[in-house]
């Protein structure tokens, strides 16, 4: 603004010159600097990608191959059917099954959660009932209890319910879930009230309003929380650590740990490093390939 | 803050929260109530019954070395955490604001760490650090720095640190990044135009701007770092050597799941989750006040 009141000199030319070169080398330092930062980010996916394409001695012997050696298809089909494992331990899981018990974990806990929170938040925002307050801050306090400050207790109930071991157990303890609630809630008290006046005068009742109405607006929220839980579902650890042991039920973030075991020299380390990249494989492609939603979901769920 | 207009019926809405509301009932309500309970018992050493024991075994673990060290574990690995990952994150996101063309690309190749579980992201770390088969493991000993995470403390805490707040970094970036893009771009030029280099425009600027940001993002690390890392520590060192990396997660779950010590297991829970509770009340609180600037 301050060049605009009085003549531009030669003095301000050269100054305008040299603040667009500092300007330029500044980004261009940027540039260098943000490639580095991603190619340090990236460094430990490389060396284990890489090592699982090497055989199992090459790994042993500490040689820590750089490039891609010629084991990756045998190594990849062995983890897949067979398994890997630590030494002390027999009996691999193979990752195939692993992978599978991943996958139904994650997918249930996500839809199990978008489902009973989109119920919960309609009531609350929809209906005036006597105790509706009580409802929404009972909700809302499970925030604070995470699993780690209830571990022994909720064991019992598991047990007492008989649900260790199972699919159910795995799941169905984790589907509550205030976020989603608070987040659908925050999203229904902005859908007009016009829209509930033009179905009551159509003579359309709150479950024909939720189907026809509500749900079709919450699309893009819901997918941007499916991104969100499905990611929180598939990495797990405590939980299934807690409830289950039977071999069928193991899911791949925590198998893929006990195989490791205490990290023995003798380990099916290219094995362990396929499988590695298995388990991470699908979240991650989850949020390269639905970045926009996976964005969204983040920056929401934390209003 | 509600509806005007809104259905009619009672029995709906209750029908509609059902499942919620016995899952937390079940779930969170009923074993939250128990370790309140049994914080204040005690088993005898048969297991057989429980009697009233007042606050002892909160004077019994205030009282006890092992969790005092686990209490200054917690405290040196969060903020360690928290600050090395909030440190690099705000780094690259002022990087990315600048370099303006590609800020997209740099965040999409910055983000995936997300995705990746505690406990995977320190396998990652375990491959690169591990004393006989990881590079950099290997190259420390071959230049004579003796390493091996397995028996030196420090270094299995540095250990979990890294992998811990690697993982952390990509969230921090979100929400820097977005909160730097955020900043009118008038502002910036004002301060340019009158005479203030990066540096000083940076710290007198850019950085009173997101402090808010960078407050959230602290509250939301430290509760990363002292629940989500369970997966970090256990997957990697066990807690040790020793006790060397058993933070108080971890020592929750030793006591209770592989000592069952129940009372001792009990009053830690209900230690952390005062804790919880002290962090979710500042975290809404200041989001409260975000919500009036």
């Known amino acids: 603004m301050r060049m605009l009141m009085r003549d531009t000199t030669m003095e301000d030319i050269a100054l305008a010159r040299a603040t667009a070169r500092r300007q330029a080398r500044s980004r261009w330092i940027a540039h260098a600097l943000l490639a580095l ?71 249930l806990i996500a839809v199990g959660k978008i489902a009973i929170s989109l119920l919960s938040a309609y009531a609350v925002v929809f209906f005036a009932f006597p105790g509706r307050m009580v409802c929404f801050w009972l909700i809302f306090i499970t925030l604070m209890l995470p699993v780690e400050v209830r571990i022994i207790p909720t064991f019992e109930v598991m047990v007492n319910l008989g649900l260790i071991n199972s699919m159910a157990g795995l799941v169905v303890p984790l589907v ?14 902005t859908i007009p009230d016009e829209y509930v006046e033009a179905a009551k005068i159509d003579g359309a009742g709150p479950l024909r309003f939720f189907k026809d109405v509500v749900l079709p607006l919450s699309v893009t929220n819901i997918a941007a929380l499916f991104v969100i839980l499905f990611i929180y579902g598939w990495n797990q650890y405590l939980w299934p650590l ?44 989850v949020v390269i390939l639905m970045q926009r939603w996976f964005v969204k979901g983040l920056t929401e769920t934390e209003k | 803050m509600r509806k005007k207009v809104i259905f009619k019926g009672v029995a709906l809405p209750y029908l509609l929260l059902l499942p919620q509301l016995i899952i937390t009932g079940i779930f969170f309500f009923w074993p939250a109530g128990q370790a309140i309970y049994g914080s204040f018992l005690r088993e005898d050493a048969f297991g057989l019954s429980r009697e009233f024991v007042g606050f002892e075994n909160f004077a019994d673990i205030l009282a006890d070395p092992n969790y005092l060290n686990a209490v200054s574990n917690t405290v040196i690995f969060s903020s360690a955490v928290a600050f090395s990952a909030l440190g690099v994150a705000l780094f690259l996101a002022v990087q990315a604001d600048k370099a303006i063309r590609g800020a997209d690309f740099y965040k999409t190749m910055l983000i995936w760490p997300y995705a990746i579980a505690p406990a995977i992201a320190a396998v990652l ?3 690169l650090f591990h004393p006989q088969i990881g590079l950099f493991g290997r190259f420390l000993n071959g230049i004579g720095i003796p390493w091996d995470y397995k028996l030196n403390g420090g270094q299995a805490m540095l250990m979990v640190i890294i992998a811990a707040a690697w993982k952390q970094v990509s969230y921090n970036f979100i929400f820097f990044l977005a909160g ?62 020793g006790q060397s990396t058993t933070t108080l997660i971890y020592k929750v779950y030793v006591d209770g799941v592989e000592n069952l010590n129940f009372g001792a297991s009990a009053a830690q829970s209900v230690i952390l989750m005062a804790l919880v509770i002290a962090l979710t009340a500042i975290q809404f609180r200041f989001i409260e006040r975000k919500v009036h600037y």
């Open chain 1, 37 to 107: 930062g991603v190619l340090i980010f990236a460094f430990p996916i490389w060396i284990t990608v890489v090592g699982s394409t090497h055989d199992v001695s090459t790994i042993g012997r500490g040689e820590v191959p750089l490039w891609f050696g010629g084991e990756g298809v045998a190594n990849y089909v062995s983890a897949w059917l067979r398994g890997g494992s630590s030494l002390r331990t027999t009996g691999a899981v193979p990752a195939w099954l692993m992978l599978w018990n991943s996958l139904n974990m994650a997918v």
């Open chain 1, 242 to 285: 807690l409830i289950v042991s039977d071999k069928d039920l193991e899911t791949v973030v925590v198998g893929m740990t006990k195989m490791i075991g205490t990290g023995d020299q003798q380990n099916e380390w290219n094995i362990i490093m396929a499988t590695a990249v298995l388990a991470m494989l699908p979240p991650v492609l």
């Open chain 2, 125 to 127: 770390w375990l491959f």
């Open chain 1, 176 to 189: 509550a879930s205030a976020t989603a609630t608070l987040l659908f809630r925050q999203f229904f008290l």
């Open chain 2, 180 to 241: 730097l893009q955020s900043i009118p771009r008038s502002v910036l030029e004002a301060a340019a135009i009158d005479g203030a280099r990066p540096a000083r425009r940076f710290w007198t600027v850019i950085f009173p701007l997101l402090a808010p940001t960078s407050f959230f993002l602290l509250v939301v690390n430290l509760v990363y770092a002292f629940f989500d890392t369970f997966g970090t520590i256990h997957a990697l060192t066990r807690g040790g050597p």
